[in-house]
């Protein structure tokens, strides 16, 4: 059972670049967001989804994009990566129905230059 | 003000000793409330989960919520150094999962 797993562990990106970091889990969550991690900060939650279909925004939605087309897959996508975008970021899922428990993906180090 | 506030720490104890780590918050909706462990370049992994008020044990680990006085602690007994590592609390309002979490404190258990 892997669990959440995230790809790729590392990224670095230019000023004005895209890319999708990638959110998979297997075992059949409901929930599942984004969240990034800076020092001082906290996790602070980007995007989230209740199912599949349906997104909405978290704390700190500027910047980033979601979709949510199947139940195990959630990516986000960064549109014009900021040197304010370098973090590392976290997928997480939960059972949802009531139990509010969050399970992480092991992270990406993104850095934009 | 943030709506989570975790004590900073860094937290330094020989091992054997007792951890305590605690946060307190703004929000009087907030009725669950859970512990994460997460170790350097890890994710982080859900230690303590408990609901409303009172006290909850598992092993050497103790979470306890005091809602009147919108204070939650976690009680770490008899350390060791495999608990060097930084612990997020958080919480949420029933059937939300956007979690509030602390900003988390870094504890070292030296050996």
């Known amino acids: 059972n892997a669990g959440v797993t995230q790809t790729p562990k590392f990224q670095v990106l230019k000023t004005g670049q895209s890319m999708t970091l990638q959110c998979a889990q297997d075992m059949n969550h409901e929930y599942m967001s984004w969240y990034r991690q800076d020092p001082g900060m906290g996790l602070r939650l980007i995007h989230y989804?209740?199912?599949?279909?349906?997104?909405d925004q978290g704390e700190v939605p500027n910047g980033y994009n979601v979709s949510r087309s199947t139940t195990e897959d959630f990516p986000l996508r960064l549109l014009s990566a900021a040197p304010s975008q370098t973090s590392v970021y976290f997928c997480?899922?939960?059972?949802?129905?009531?139990?509010?428990?969050?399970?992480f993906g092991s992270g990406t180090q993104l850095s934009v230059l | 003000q943030k709506e989570v506030e975790q004590d900073p720490g860094p937290l330094s104890v020989p091992e054997g000793a007792i951890v305590s780590l605690n946060c307190t918050y703004s929000?009087?909706?907030?009725?669950?409330f859970m512990w994460y462990r997460q170790y350097s370049r890890k994710g982080p992994e859900l230690l303590m989960y408990?609901?409303?008020?009172g006290n909850k044990e598992d092993g050497r680990f103790t979470a306890q919520v005091d809602k009147s006085s919108k204070y939650i602690s976690l009680f770490i007994r008899d350390s060791q150094p495999s608990d060097s590592a930084t612990y997020l609390c958080a919480m949420c309002r029933p059937n939300d999962y956007k979690l509030s979490f602390g900003a988390g404190t870094t504890v070292t258990v030296r050996a």
């Open positions: 408990t609901y409303s008020s």
């Open positions: 929000n009087s909706a907030f009725q669950y």
């Open positions: 997480a899922s939960s059972p949802g129905g009531g139990d509010e428990k969050l399970f």
């Open positions: 989804s209740v199912g599949a279909g349906i997104t």
